[in-house]
């Protein structure tokens, strides 16, 4: 079973300069640098790790790093994760002769099928300190390593110095311990990590991670830019998926979306023989992804809902029966979006967008500008959206609006989505007529929630009468999200107008 520790942590190495300082080399004493009033020997450990990768380093590109080390109090097989500069999700499995199920799962989405195989073996001499502020509490671990990377007959040695702070630790030490260590003939490594170093020093260094080309100026260039980001968007989203973080879902259905409407708003710049079947396959998943995260939505919406009812109107269990609502629908749909990420369908798509990326179909029109290209694609989107708003609103309330609201709502975010992707290009007129998209996106969204959440309350009022109970609670959050969803309909002209001024369009051209 997997554990997890959050690293946050700085790397330093000698300068020539502090390496002639001593032999070998010792980082200076920290004491009375900033809170630290103590720093406490704990010896010496022998660190042996195996480091795997794809044999086209496809971990390595992507900033991951996989072992399986020996020595010291946290043998096993660890994955480092990137969240952030010096800022690692360190996840952690038993000491195993093979990659443990949960960390392979965790890579599926970049190994797919191309296997992972040793890459280089680090030995590393790694003396260990405390450092303790004056109560004795732990505020950081001083590590100074000496390291021999080989790679097959390449070998590679250095010097380094670790400090990694402990758990809820301030960064501010981290700065204060550089300023020190500069001092002392030590500066912040180059490499974010000793895999990364070690690839370097013997010649393995990850190559270049695929991309379509220079920015030359061209829609293509432009279009298949934006595509890959979303590419790469959904592919990290997806170990965060799978360790059930927050709103890791929701990140990676708006990159299958992104994907989606790209493809259908620059149909011009690439063939749509190509793009159609990855559009119905990228529709696929992120019904499979929907369904977890359009739960969340809707049971904290209720609960919410619950919570701001007064104590008198709240009769029967309605809070646990909203739980045990919750937890049955929970179950099931986190289930589907993990089965989603387990499914030959899955890296098939993952495969097929990635050779759409690497031999793009493009046609004509990707090969003229940009600023000539991307305009008419995005107001194509934006009349789109103008055509279904004007539908909805010569509708009287009802489903039929109803249906014909949730209609603009996609083409809203489709709108706000094509100005956004175009935005490198075209400026501040496709940022101004995102922004507008996004408002009239947000109405219609809350809107879209309402009518979802009043047919949840029915079918909760239903079950509340089945067993006994009242279901009158239920019937007051009912009333409220359809006078809501009314206020909604009465905003939305309003809202329009204000989104649809002709200037706005006509800035964008």
């Not at 996004?438 to 929630?449: A, E």
């Amino acid at each position: 079973m997997a554990d997890i520790k959050r690293e946050i942590e700085r790397k330093f190495e000698f300068t020539p300069a502090g390496r002639k300082q001593q032999r070998p080399p010792q980082p200076p004493d920290l004491t009375g640098t900033g809170p630290i009033a103590a720093v406490r020997d704990r010896g010496t450990v022998r660190l042996d790790a195996v480091y795997y990768d794809t044999p086209d380093q496809r971990l390595a590109a992507d900033g991951l790093t996989l072992r399986r080390r020996t020595g010291g109090e946290d043998a096993g097989w660890h994955l480092k994760l990137p969240v952030a500069p010096g800022v690692r999700d360190e996840v952690r499995a038993p000491l195993a002769d093979t990659v443990p199920r949960s960390l392979d799962a965790l890579l599926r989405s970049r190994v797919r099928g191309a296997g992972l195989e040793p890459q280089v073996t680090l030995r590393s001499e790694r003396q260990v300190s405390h450092l303790l502020d004056a109560d004795g509490t732990l505020l950081a671990e001083l590590s100074r390593d000496q390291v021999r990377a080989e790679r097959g007959a390449a070998v590679a040695e250095w010097t380094e110095v670790e400090v990694e702070l402990a758990d809820d630790g301030d960064p501010a030490l981290l700065d204060a311990v550089e300023k020190r260590f500069r001092k002392a003939g030590l500066r912040v490594s180059d490499a974010p990590s000793k895999l990364a170093r070690a690839l370097a020093e013997t010649g393995a260094e990850p190559p270049p991670r695929p991309g379509p080309g220079p920015a030359d100026g061209t829609a293509g260039a432009h279009v298949l830019a934006y595509l890959r980001e979303q590419l790469d968007a959904l592919v990290a989203q997806d170990p965060a998926v799978r360790r059930d973080l927050p709103d890791s879902v929701h990140q990676m259905r708006v990159a299958t979306r992104r994907l989606r409407s790209a493809f259908a708003t620059y149909r011009r710049v690439l063939e749509r023989a190509a793009t159609d079947p990855l559009r119905e396959e990228l529709r696929w998943l992120a019904a499979e992804l929907g369904a977890d995260r359009d739960r969340e939505v809707l049971f904290e919406r209720l609960r919410a809902g619950l919570a701001e009812l007064p104590r008198g109107l709240r009769l029967g269990p309605v809070t646990s029966r909203l739980r045990t609502w919750n937890t049955t629908r929970r179950s099931s749909t986190r289930r589907r979006a993990v089965a989603a990420l387990d499914s030959a369908r899955y890296l098939a798509l993952l495969d097929a967008l990635d050779a759409l990326l690497a031999d793009p179909p493009l046609r004509p029109a990707a090969a003229r500008p940009a600023a000539r290209t991307l305009p008419k694609a995005v107001l194509r989107d934006w009349d789109r959206l103008a055509d279904r708003v004007g539908t909805a609103l010569a509708l009287d309330p009802g489903e039929d609006r109803d249906l014909a609201l949730h209609e603009a709502r996609k083409a809203a975010k489709r709108a706000r989505y094509a100005a956004e992707a175009a935005a490198p290009a075209l400026g501040n007129p496709a940022r101004r007529l995102a922004r507008a998209a996004k408002g009239v996106q947000t109405l219609l969204g809350d809107h879209r929630d309402g009518v979802v959440a009043r047919t949840a309350l029915h079918g909760l009022a239903v079950q509340a009468t089945d067993a006994g109970e009242s279901a009158f609670s239920w019937g007051v959050l009912y009333a409220r999200e359809e006078a809501l969803s009314a206020r909604h309909e009465q905003q939305l002209p309003d809202i329009w107008a204000q989104a649809s001024d002709p200037g706005l369009r006509a800035s964008v051209k």
